[in-house]
């Protein structure tokens, strides 16, 4: 899902169910490269603490030290904060 940070919008962009089989990782690259080339600005990207998910944020570096990844600028990577409480 992609959403404004300044006007009230969102947009779904892709569906998958993730399997182990399934490149998470490199699966998110695409989409936020695509959205980059269609001129979209992605600041973040958020996403539960499914294994998957932690996995595929352990595969970009992220810690408690550095909350973000390098694309073409920082990408802050974050969970939502009703599954952290």
């Known amino acids: 899902m992609v959403h404004g940070l300044f006007a009230n919008w969102k947009q779904c962009v892709s569906f998958v169910l993730t399997l182990q089989a399934v ?9 936020l490269l695509t959205l980059e080339r269609v001129g979209l600005s992605v600041k973040a ?9 932690c996995k595929m944020f352990d595969g970009f570096g992220i810690s ?17 904060i009703l599954h952290i409480c």
């Not at 490149?23 to 989409?31: A, M």
């Not at 990207?45 to 998910?53: K, W």
Request: with cysteine; glycine share 6%.
């Open 64 to 80: 408690s030290a550095k909350p973000w990844f390098e694309l073409n600028g920082n990408l802050f990577a974050c969970f939502p």
């Open 45 to 53: 990207v958020v996403s539960d603490q499914g294994p998957i998910f």
């Open 23 to 31: 490149n998470v990782k490199s699966y998110l690259l695409d989409i």
